[in-house]
């Protein structure tokens, strides 16, 4: 049974993305950029946040 916290649909899984990160956790961050990534036909925001937080971390490799 899944939590009512926690995130269902792509939309979901990119706003939490965006707290976690704001939070510091940028290890989680990444984990549900990547989740919604694959729960959505892209969009431009999804991507942007994702690649912005990697350059912050200095990834330019993108991992």
Known sequence: ??????????????????????????????AEYRTA???TPPFVELYYNRGDLLAVRGDTAGR
């Open 37 to 39: 990534m694959g729960l």
């Open 1 to 30: 049974m899944r939590s009512s916290s926690t995130p269902t649909t792509p939309s979901n899984h990119f706003e939490y993305a965006g707290l976690l990160r704001r939070l510091g956790q940028e290890e989680l961050a990444l």
